[in-house]
Structures are given as structure tokens and as C-alpha cells.
């Protein structure tokens, strides 16, 4: 759905951006056009020189595509506000409480309030905050707002976004745990709870590696502080001053950050602007439309797929052209050869005559300024030069006959291109239909934790944080399974399920890699690490005497049995295909990943981030799938990715999967 109102943050980036360079400017000028509830005000000043545009419960922001109107008519705002603000410079344009409402102060006193929120109006008010002229009366329950009345804003309200952006994040943590717990999941979260706008919330989820429709019950505490520094990042990126258009068919968002979430994806087109007020014009330039609705005959759901067809069509018809057209001049150039006696004649005669039109025989020869045009029986045309002998008009045909060719096999070459981009074009909406299945799949309990399946087809889960690690232990470990740790401070709690089956050393092997992969020792960089494994039974909540035990805190009595060598710090990470033909991230050692993926690449820790690592999985595992499976890495959200990268990261190599498959009810029982 197109965005027809600009949010908090797209207010205040601009206040802070483009509203600093409109002080002092002269207002030159005012106009209104009632039909769009819009004031348009020239402004000089040395840094501006496009209209300012303020248009009610929508925008404001310079133009450079709106028009002022030709026709003056009378309203009582426009003539009130030139009256008393016509001449004068702007002293101030600032926010008004925690809400989408700017106020623009002039030096003698008066002022205008833009309502950008919905049902908003536009005031102008005396320098007693009296109101002078509005766009329309607004009767509402909390407020009345007509002339020679002070003008009232809307109820206050705490907006979250307004302390990140001042950097009062003193008590952030506890204020976003409030708010974000009025949510259903994590989107509406912050949206609804915290009132951070929705295109701010999805990003800063995104960047975070959270899905947005997670339940917010599933929240750890490292996911809300993730949440913070991406919208912490966010908000520093936005005040940059530049602006991104996200394009579906036509603009739909405008953004002061940069859309990872789109452009990761490759899911819409996104295009850089500066300074954002320009992403805003063209934004808000658009009429209100909803997406095209896509029907059975649109096998690409996407206009682009048509343009491209037609291009095809026309790349083909040139290079058609071009190929007839060679064949004539060589045809022609064979002619004037054959017949080298009388062509040299015609040259001469040619060369002779000042006539603008010759007839010699069956031979027609007119004079366009610096060529003459020879026309032969047969339909045959051709020009010629005033000097060329017969030699260098052969030469030239057949250079011009070359050249021709050298455009059909250009023209040839780029339909090639346009059929790659629409196989691409293909592959891209085969991905977009398919994330839906893997957003609307079933999730199962084991998935809120680190998990992976042993090459015996055992369960092994691992807690992601301290709370967690003392669920898997209560919660998860049975009589006969096995618990799993590595000899490090901050690693997961593993529960290898053995239910009726005997494990192997495989089995304890690729349990034992989520404890080390996951554990701090991915981000010292280490090479390897211990782990030991120990029964149930030897598992317990209850420190020895006169000792404490901290929370999450897990006491194992008894010999550790440690793996014959130390555990590499290396992971592999792999979509594998589940009973319903739907794509799922899987973790776990190489060899185990490897029976059960399609496609996996191995990451060891280093030098980027797991966004950036999330990225270049999906390009890796694109280019090494067949034809049929390339749409796959792209339908996997990235925030299904994210959570499984242990840190920051290199990958190490790609390899096609066995694909077994994997049966995630199997693993419930």
C-alpha cells in the first residue's frame, strides 16, 4: 500500500535537515489550493530555492514539480497570510509536542501549524497563538478549532522515537519492554505500542534478524537489544539528509534510511535521492493507488515482464533490419563490381554534371547536398560521393554491409540480455510466492532454539540465552538423553534427544558443534574448543552446599566425558526442504548438513556482519542451485537466517546438498 502521510521520523529528519536551512528565509510569497488543502510558500534564502509545499494530514517538504496556481482566488487563509506574513523571514520551524505537527514562526509573530496527522488542518495563528484563518473548521470531542479561538493541539502522546532521537535512552530498555508487550508480535509491537512508524519497526526487525510476526512472548533480552541498536543505527543513518523511493509498479515509500529490507530482498526497486525532500516530491507527486491486482493470465505478476517481451520483439525486428540491409549493400557492391567499366563512366558523368536530377537510361541519379542517390532497376538504391572511384565505392559498401552486421549481433546479443532478466524476472516472483509458504509454515517448538538434526536423525537443541539454556535443561531433558557444553563460560546448554535410539559418536559430534559454534568463542575467533558430554542424571539445578548458582546457572556432577579432539569453531548453514516442499534454515556440522540440504555453505567467524553474511549466503547459494532451485534462497527471509549465523563471519565454501529432506513432525515425538 502506497504511504499518504509522512511519519514522526520522516518529520523530524526533515526539521532537522532541510527545516535548518529555511531560518531567515524571505517568504516572498503564498498560495493556496483549497481542492488539496495545500499552502505553497516561496521561500528565499541562499540554500533553498524550490517551493515549500504543506499540504494537510500529509506532507511537508521544498518541490520542485508542484506548480503554484495561476489563478488567485480569495480564501481568507491566503489573503490573511499574506497580509501579515508576505515580507517577513522565518525565526523558527520546530515540532510541536510528540506528534506529526510543525510550526512555522516569522519574526513579527505570526505562525503557521501544519497538521500532518490524519484529519489535520493548517492554522494561522496571531503571535497570541489566537487563530487567524484554517483550512476548514474542525469540531472534534477533545477539540474545537476555528477563528478568534487559541488554537488546541491534539491530546499528547508519548511517542518512543522522540527519546531515540534526542538520545534519552537512559531507561529505553524498560521503556521499549513496556510498550512492545502490548503487541501481539514483534511488528505491531513497536507500532502500536511504542508508536514507532511502521516502515522504522519493519527495518529495524529486519536488521535485527527477528521476524517480524514473532510473538513477542518469544523475546529474549538480546533480541530487545538488538532491536535497540537497529533502530539506533536507523535513526543515526537518517539524519544523513539523503532519501530512498521504493518503487512497486510506482513510488509507494519514501525513507530518510536506506531500505535494506527491499534491497537485500530484491523484492521492489529501490532508488537513492538527495536530499530526502526530493524522494518526497516524487512520492507524494503520485495519485493514491493500490497495487495492481494480479490475474491467472500474469504468470510474472509484475509489469516489467511485459516491457520486456516488447523489447525482445523489438531487438529482434533490428536485428532483422540489419541483416536484410547488409545483404543489399553486399548485393550492390557485388552489382558495381560486376559492371566496374559502366559504373565508372556513371561516376564520371556524375561528377560532371551540376544538374540537380539526371536520367541516363534506366538510370535515375538526384543530388542531395553532399551525395547523389543512384537508382537502378530492380528496386536497387544506393548512394554516392563526389569523388569516390568505383574501388572506394565498393570498399565503403561492404564496410557499411560490416557495420550492419556488427548491429545484428549487437541486437542479437541484447536479447539474450533481456531473456536472462526475465528468466531472473521469473525466478523473482517464483521466490515472492514461495516466501509466503515459508511465512505461513508451521513453526514447531524445538525452532525457537539453536537446533539441528545428527546424521542419525537425532534431535539436538541449544538455549540462545541464559533463560533459555535453563528451559532446555527443565523443560527438554529426559531420562536417557544427553547434556552437551563447551569448556567455555557464555556457551549454549545442549540437550542431545536420544529417545529410543542408541547415539553414535556422529551424533554427539554434531550436537556438540551448536554448543561450540554458539558459544563466545566465535567471537574471540578461536579455532577450536572442548566439549564434554554427561548423562541426565548427572545434570542439576541444586548448587553444592553453601554455594549459589546464577540464574540460568546449570551444576554437573560427576566425570565429564570430553570428545577425543577439540570441536571446531565452524558451522554449516543450509536450506533444506521439509515434508511440505517448503524451504527451512538448517544449522549443524558440515557432515550432517550436507545429507539434509539442498544447498549449505560453511562459516567460520570473521569480518562481517550477520546481515552481510545473510546477503551473500543467499547470492552464494543462488549461483551454486540448478535452474529449478534458484528462486529458493530468495523466498527464505533473512530473518530466518540471521538468528542461525553464530556472529560475524566468512564463508569458508559453498557446496550443493545431498537433499535428503527433512521431516520436522518426526522430530516432535
Do not use: C
Given at each position: 500500500m502506497a504511504r499518504k502521510s509522512m511519519n514522526l521520523l520522516d518529520i523530524l529528519v526533515w526539521l532537522k535537515t532541510t527545516g535548518d536551512q529555511l531560518n531567515n528565509g524571505l517568504i516572498s510569497n503564498i498560495y493556496y489550493e483549497k481542492e488539496y488543502e495545500r499552502l505553497i510558500l516561496k521561500v528565499k534564502s541562499n540554500l533553498v530555492k524550490d517551493l515549500l509545499v504543506i499540504e494537510a494530514g500529509k506532507r511537508i517538504h521544498l518541490s520542485s514539480r508542484v506548480v503554484t496556481p495561476s489563478d488567485y482566488k480569495p480564501y481568507p487563509l491566503v489573503v490573511l497570510a499574506r497580509k501579515y506574513l508576505r515580507g517577513d523571514r522565518i525565526q523558527d520551524i520546530s515540532l510541536q509536542g510528540n506528534d506529526r505537527i510543525v510550526k512555522i514562526t516569522g519574526r513579527r509573530g505570526y505562525s503557521i501549524i501544519a497538521e500532518l496527522i490524519p484529519r489535520g488542518v493548517i492554522v494561522l495563528l496571531d503571535d497570541k497563538d489566537s487563530i487567524i484563518a484554517l483550512t476548514r473548521t474542525l469540531r472534534l470531542r477533545d477539540r474545537v478549532l476555528k477563528p478568534k479561538i487559541n488554537y488546541i493541539p491534539p491530546p499528547a502522546q508519548e511517542s518512543i522515537i522522540i527519546k531515540l532521537v534526542e538520545s534519552k535512552i537512559e531507561n529505553?530498555?524498560?521503556?521499549?519492554?513496556d510498550c512492545i508487550r502490548s503487541g501481539k508480535d514483534a511488528v505491531r509491537g513497536l507500532i502500536r505500542g511504542c508508536r514507532i512508524p511502521g516502515e522504522l519497526a519493519e527495518e529495524a526487525l529486519y536488521?535485527?534478524?527477528?521476524?517480524?510476526?514473532?510473538?513477542?512472548?518469544?523475546?529474549?533480552?538480546?533480541?530487545?537489544?538488538?532491536?535497540?541498536?537497529?533502530?539506533?543505527?536507523?535513526?543515526?543513518?537518517?539524519?544523513?539528509?539523503?532519501?530512498w523511493l521504493i518503487i512497486q509498479e510506482y513510488p509507494i515509500e519514501a525513507d530518510p534510511f536506506k531500505p535494506l529490507r527491499h534491497i537485500e530482498?530484491?523484492?521492489?526497486?529501490?532508488?537513492?535521492?538527495?536530499?530526502?525532500?526530493?524522494?518526497?516530491?516524487?512520492?507524494?507527486?503520485?495519485?493514491?493507488?493500490?497495487?495492481?491486482?494480479r490475474t491467472q493470465d500474469d504468470t510474472t505478476g509484475d509489469s516489467e515482464y511485459y516491457r520486456l517481451l516488447k523489447s525482445i520483439e523489438e531487438a529482434e525486428k533490428r536485428a532483422r533490419e540489419y541483416v536484410l540491409e547488409a545483404e543489399k549493400k553486399k548485393k550492390i557492391a557485388e552489382l558495381v563490381a560486376k559492371h566496374y567499366q559502366d559504373f565508372d563512366k556513371l561516376f564520371d558523368i556524375i561528377t560532371r554534371n551540376k544538374a540537380e536530377k539526371v536520367?541516363?537510361?534506366?538510370?535515375?541519379?538526384?543530388?542531395?547536398?553532399?551525395?547523389?542517390?543512384?537508382?537502378?532497376?530492380?528496386?536497387?538504391?544506393?548512394?554516392?560521393?563526389?569523388?569516390e572511384t568505383v574501388d572506394s565505392v565498393i570498399l565503403r559498401l561492404y564496410r557499411e554491409a560490416g557495420e550492419l552486421e556488427a548491429k545484428a549481433?549487437?541486437?542479437?546479443?541484447?536479447?539474450?540480455?533481456?531473456?536472462?532478466?526475465?528468466?531472473?524476472?521469473?525466478?523473482?516472483?517464483?521466490?515472492?510466492?514461495?516466501?509466503?509458504?515459508?511465512?505461513?509454515r508451521k513453526r514447531f517448538w524445538f525452532e525457537k532454539y539453536h537446533w539441528t538434526v545428527t546424521r542419525n536423525n537425532l534431535l539436538a537443541i541449544g538455549g540462545r540465552d541464559a533463560s533459555q539454556n535453563e528451559a532446555v535443561v527443565k523443560k527438554h531433558l529426559s531420562q536417557n538423553d544427553l547434556f552437551l557444553h563447551a569448556n567455555i563460560h557464555g556457551a549454549p546448554a545442549v540437550v542431545l534427544k536420544i529417545k529410543d535410539k542408541t547415539p553414535q559418536p556422529e551424533d554427539i559430534f554434531d550436537a556438540a558443534v551448536i554448543t561450540a559454534a554458539y558459544s563466545r568463542a566465535w567471537k574471540a575467533g578461536a579455532g577450536s574448543i572442548d566439549v564434554?558430554?554427561?548423562?541426565?542424571?548427572?545434570?542439576?539445578f541444586?548448587?553444592?552446599?553453601?554455594?549459589?548458582?546464577?540464574?540460568?546457572?546449570?551444576m554437573v556432577y560427576g566425570k565429564k566425558n570430553y570428545l577425543p579432539k577439540p570441536v571446531p569453531i565452524k558451522i554449516a548453514i543450509g536450506i533444506a526442504i521439509n515434508e511440505e516442499g517448503v524451504p527451512i534454515v538448517m544449522t549443524g556440522s558440515e557432515e550432517a548438513i550436507h545429507e539434509k540440504t539442498l544447498v549449505y555453505s560453511v562459516l567460520v567467524p570473521g569480518e562481517h556482519s550477520k546481515s552481510e553474511t545473510a546477503r551473500i549466503l543467499k547470492n552464494k547459494w543462488y549461483?551454486?542451485?540448478?535452474?529449478?532451485?534458484?528462486?529458493?534462497?530468495?523466498?527464505?527471509?533473512?530473518?530466518?537466517?540471521?538468528?542461525?549465523i553464530p556472529g560475524r563471519s566468512r564463508i569458508i565454501r559453498t557446496k550443493s546438498g545431498y537433499n535428503k529432506g527433512i521431516v520436522l513432525r518426526d522430530l516432535e515425538n
Open positions: 529505553f530498555f524498560e521503556n521499549l519492554v536488521r535485527a534478524g527477528i521476524d517480524k510476526q514473532r510473538e513477542v512472548g518469544d523475546l529474549r533480552e538480546n533480541d530487545l537489544q538488538a532491536i535497540i541498536e537497529a533502530l539506533t543505527e536507523i535513526v543515526e543513518e537518517s539524519f544523513a539528509g539523503k532519501g530482498r530484491g523484492d521492489l526497486t529501490v532508488q537513492e535521492y538527495s536530499p530526502f525532500d526530493e524522494a518526497l516530491d516524487i512520492l507524494f507527486a503520485q495519485p493514491v493507488r493500490e497495487p495492481r491486482t536520367t541516363l537510361g534506366k538510370v535515375i541519379v538526384t543530388r542531395l547536398n553532399d551525395r547523389y542517390v543512384i537508382e537502378l532497376p530492380n528496386d536497387i538504391k544506393f548512394d554516392y560521393y563526389h569523388g549481433t549487437r541486437a542479437e546479443q541484447v536479447k539474450e540480455e533481456i531473456l536472462k532478466r526475465i528468466d531472473e524476472l521469473k525466478i523473482k516472483v517464483k521466490a515472492r510466492e514461495l516466501s509466503q509458504q515459508v511465512r505461513r564434554y558430554w554427561v548423562t541426565a542424571s548427572q545434570v542439576s541444586s548448587p553444592p552446599t553453601g554455594e549459589y548458582l546464577a540464574k540460568g546457572g546449570i549461483e551454486t542451485l540448478n535452474h529449478e532451485y534458484k528462486h529458493i534462497p530468495y523466498a527464505v527471509p533473512d530473518e530466518e537466517i540471521m538468528p542461525r
